[in-house]
């Protein structure tokens, strides 16, 4: 983990839209909180696209939720890593995104379910990204928010079929 630098916060990523950018960089505290909550979140993801992979017959589909499932338990080893490299212990618990995604038996749904959950993730980020001071962490939470958004277009475009006047 680099040594923060004080001005590269407000350097940083801007924050969502309509959103004002934070007075001050994020304690420490807020910011494993923040990393160990993402990790939750995608630990749950993870687990959800590992057991609807299974019960996809599409190959297709499959590919796209077996590249979802990478991308969870990839992003899953980078929190981990940051939280540990913060001398911190990262949480071990799955989100409980993970029990209402299960709990939906239709798998298009779910994937839709999921995705929304992708979002949620993206709003997360957008908030948390500007107020990281270590030029690293920022990198890898930014990378972690554009294959985020690439997942959601993935997903959307998936079901855009399905929709009146889609492709």
């Known amino acids: 983990m680099t040594i923060p630098d004080p001005t590269l916060a407000a350097r940083s990523s801007s924050p969502a839209p309509g959103a004002e950018a934070p007075s001050s960089p994020a304690a420490r505290d807020e910011i494993l909180a923040a990393l160990n909550e993402l990790l939750e979140a995608e630990r749950a993801g993870a687990r959800v696209a590992m057991?609807?992979?299974?019960?996809?017959?599409?190959?297709?589909?499959?590919?796209?939720?077996?590249?979802?499932?990478?991308?969870?338990?990839?992003?899953?080893?980078?929190?981990?890593?940051?939280?540990?490299?913060?001398?911190?212990?990262?949480?071990?618990?799955?989100?409980?995104?993970?029990?209402?995604a299960m709990a939906i038996a239709d798998v298009d749904d779910r994937l839709r379910f999921l995705n929304r959950g992708q979002a949620w993730v993206v709003r997360k980020l957008q908030a948390l990204i500007p107020r990281i001071e270590?030029?690293?962490?920022?990198?890898?939470?930014?990378?972690m928010l554009q294959a985020h958004h690439q997942n959601i277009g993935r997903v959307d475009a998936r079901y855009a079929v399905d929709k009146p006047g889609g492709p």
């Open 134 to 143: 270590d030029a690293a962490v920022r990198a890898d939470l930014d990378s």
């Open 51 to 100: 057991e609807t992979e299974r019960e996809v017959s599409l190959p297709e589909l499959a590919e796209l939720v077996a590249d979802i499932h990478k991308d969870e338990v990839r992003w899953c080893g980078m929190l981990m890593r940051t939280i540990k490299a913060m001398e911190a212990t990262p949480s071990t618990a799955t989100g409980a995104f993970w029990g209402k």
